[in-house]
């Protein structure tokens, strides 16, 4: 407090202390009659057509959360292949990783 601490209250008490003063502060805006327009929405990028080895993993998923040791069992892949599918696939939006390690299939 000896050094020259301040009250700090509101944000202009912060602008004034820097010497923005109060020509930082918002001013009364004027209305305007023009209205603002949305941006419209970009169209959804078409999905790539998977891979064989793809295809063959989404059948092995069927459509109940399965965890990465039992697709290896119904595959015959090692993990590591199967994780960077499974990479692919969720960066496609084809399959959602779920809590507890498993992946489920979307529709």
Do not use: H, M, N, Y
């Amino acid at each position: 407090i000896k050094q020259g601490a301040k009250l700090v209250e509101t944000a202009a008490d912060i602008l004034d202390e820097l010497g923005w003063g109060r020509a930082a502060a918002p001013a009364k805006r004027a209305t305007r009659t023009a209205t603002v327009q949305p941006p419209e929405a970009a169209p959804a990028p078409a999905r790539a057509a998977p891979s064989a080895a793809e295809t063959a993993l989404l059948g092995a998923l069927g459509f109940d959360p399965v965890d990465l040791d039992t697709l290896c069992e119904r595959t015959g892949q090692a993990a590591a292949a199967l994780s960077s599918q499974l990479l692919a696939l969720e960066l496609d939006s084809r399959v959602e990783r779920q809590p507890g390690g498993r992946f489920l299939r979307l529709p």
